[in-house]
């Protein structure tokens, strides 16, 4: 399966949004492209600006997806996927998951898979998002903030995800201020240099301009990259 997963150094992040601009900016292109996202919680509350995670994400893919394609199970509360569905007298089984992520991806050029919150999330009481990454195999990109804590936030979720054989293809600070201070520009450059991995910025954008927000992005080289050896000077 040809795609990436993305996840977030923490819930808020901004991961839906790189995850829809890089379906966008694919698209441009002309590829035929699918999204996936196993759970959406937190819709007893009102949307902002922005549209729900699978409603967005269904909107940018060029594979003919609804919602409810893009996210099979979906819950009210605003909690973590394991409570939601315990709430709810429901149970999650992961691997029906990864199976719909890759019937997705059987259908498309390239399948862009969403996680939910941070990678240590967890799906199940005994199953994290972090194990369902390892299920799909794809490049890992990382959505973390640009402002204070985001060195040890990323830093972490970096070595999180190595320390199971994932491969992370990229870190994006999103957004990435107009004008960015001293501080943003340094944890750049500190967390390329401790994570020995790609970091690139994406700039504030909105539901109308994600292709354009997604365009400058090496989407084809994180696709077809196994990640940086982190034992290597970068």
Same mark, same amino acid.
């Given at each position: !399966?040809?795609?990436?997963?993305?996840?977030?150094?923490?819930? =808020?992040? =901004?991961?839906?949004?790189?995850?829809?601009?890089?379906?966008?900016? &694919?698209?441009?292109?002309?590829?035929?492209?699918?999204?996936?996202?196993?759970?959406?919680?937190?819709?007893?509350?009102?949307?902002?600006?922005?549209? *729900? #995670?699978?409603?967005?994400?269904? *909107?940018?893919?060029?594979?003919?997806?609804? %919602?409810?394609?893009?996210?099979?199970?979906?819950?009210?509360?605003?909690?973590?996927?394991?409570?939601?569905?315990? !709430?709810?007298?429901?149970?999650?089984?992961?691997?029906?998951?990864?199976?719909?992520?890759?019937?997705?991806?059987?259908?498309?050029?390239?399948?862009?898979?969403?996680?939910?919150?941070?990678? &240590?999330?967890?799906?199940?009481?005994?199953?994290?998002?972090?194990? &369902?990454?390892?299920?799909?195999?794809?490049?890992?990109?990382?959505?973390? $903030? %640009? =402002?204070?804590?985001?060195?040890?936030?990323?830093?972490?979720?970096?070595?999180?995800? $190595?320390?199971?054989?994932?491969?992370?293809?990229?870190?994006?600070?999103?957004?990435?201020?107009?004008?960015?201070?001293? !501080?943003? $520009?340094?944890?750049?450059?500190?967390?390329?240099?401790?994570?020995?991995?790609?970091?690139?910025?994406?700039?504030?954008?909105?539901?109308?301009? /994600?292709?354009?927000? =997604? $365009? #400058? /992005?090496?989407?084809?080289?994180?696709?077809?990259?196994?990640?940086?050896?982190?034992?290597?000077?970068?």
């Amino acid at each position: !399966m040809r795609g990436l997963f993305v996840t977030a150094t923490d819930t =808020g992040v =901004g991961k839906t949004v790189l995850a829809a601009a890089i379906c966008a900016a &694919l698209a441009e292109k002309g590829e035929k492209v699918a999204a996936f996202k196993p759970v959406v919680t937190g819709l007893d509350e009102e949307p902002d600006e922005w549209p *729900r #995670d699978h409603e967005l994400l269904a *909107r940018v893919a060029t594979i003919r997806q609804e %919602p409810s394609d893009v996210t099979p199970l979906s819950f009210g509360p605003p909690v973590s996927p394991h409570l939601a569905a315990e !709430m709810a007298g429901e149970s999650i089984e992961p691997h029906e998951l990864a199976a719909a992520a890759r019937k997705a991806g059987d259908e498309a050029d390239a399948v862009i898979c969403e996680g939910v919150g941070g990678l &240590l999330v967890p799906l199940t009481p005994g199953y994290l998002v972090r194990d &369902l990454a390892v299920e799909l195999d794809l490049p890992l990109v990382i959505a973390a $903030r %640009p =402002g204070l804590g985001t060195i040890n936030h990323t830093l972490l979720t970096i070595e999180g995800a $190595r320390a199971v054989g994932l491969d992370v293809a990229a870190v994006v600070i999103t957004p990435w201020p107009a004008e960015p201070d001293e !501080m943003v $520009r340094s944890n750049k450059q500190t967390i390329e240099q401790f994570g020995q991995v790609n970091v690139v910025p994406l700039p504030e954008t909105d539901p109308d301009s /994600l292709a354009d927000a =997604g $365009r #400058d /992005l090496p989407i084809e080289e994180w696709i077809g990259t196994s990640g940086p050896d982190p034992s290597t000077d970068g």
